[in-house]
């Protein structure tokens, strides 16, 4: 009987640490997967950016989903695809676009890895902006689905801002009520 109970403990230890080796395979392999995609994500979020400060169309519309949104700083900027490169082919034609510097991002994936979102503080022409969105991996490369520029205020000069914007903002409020009747 004590024979039988050693064997089965030691089964059990082997079985234990055999466990838990697979299990920290695993997770080394999922995080070294993860840390790919954020390379791959980072990446095609920086080449989007160059693409627009090297004012190259065709890359930059390449690095989003033919289906991509992008959402400028104007409340009237709600572009579906089609239309943002309507709206932007006229300043790519003219070599200058727009340049944003990258100051810092937040990426985060989905426990799948079809589907990323991210956060960043932007050094343009408009001074601090932040970039947020999400990117869906389509045919194994990560493409942007959806881009939300918009202009970093400090909290102090919120009011001064809100003023400025008051008479435009009270218009657009009057027009969109409307159209929602």
């Known amino acids: 009987m004590k024979k039988i109970t050693l064997l089965l403990l030691l089964v059990s230890l082997s079985a234990c640490t055999f466990s838990t080796k697979t299990t920290t395979t695993e997770t080394s392999e999922e995080k070294e997967s993860e840390e790919i995609s954020e390379e791959k994500i980072n990446s ?16 930059y519309f390449a ?14 900027e709600n572009w579906q695809n089609t239309a943002f490169r309507e709206f932007s082919k006229p300043y790519f034609d003219k070599g200058k676009a727009w340049n944003f510097t990258t100051l810092e991002r937040n990426i985060y994936t989905s426990k799948n ?27 194994g490369e990560w493409k942007i689905k959806h881009y939300v520029l918009s202009i970093a205020i400090p909290n102090e000069n919120v009011s001064e801002i809100t003023a400025i914007k008051k008479q435009t903002d009270s218009l657009l409020i009057l027009q969109l009520q409307k159209k929602g009747k």
Do not use: P, Y
């Open 44 to 59: 095609t979020l920086e080449n989007w950016h160059a693409a627009a400060a090297n004012a190259n169309f065709e890359d």
């Open 63 to 76: 690095l989003m989903a033919e289906d991509g949104l992008f959402i400028g700083t104007d409340a009237t």
């Open 113 to 139: 890895g079809q589907t990323a979102w991210f956060d960043e503080l932007l050094d343009t022409q408009m001074g601090i902006c932040r970039g947020s969105g999400a990117l869906e991996k389509v045919n």
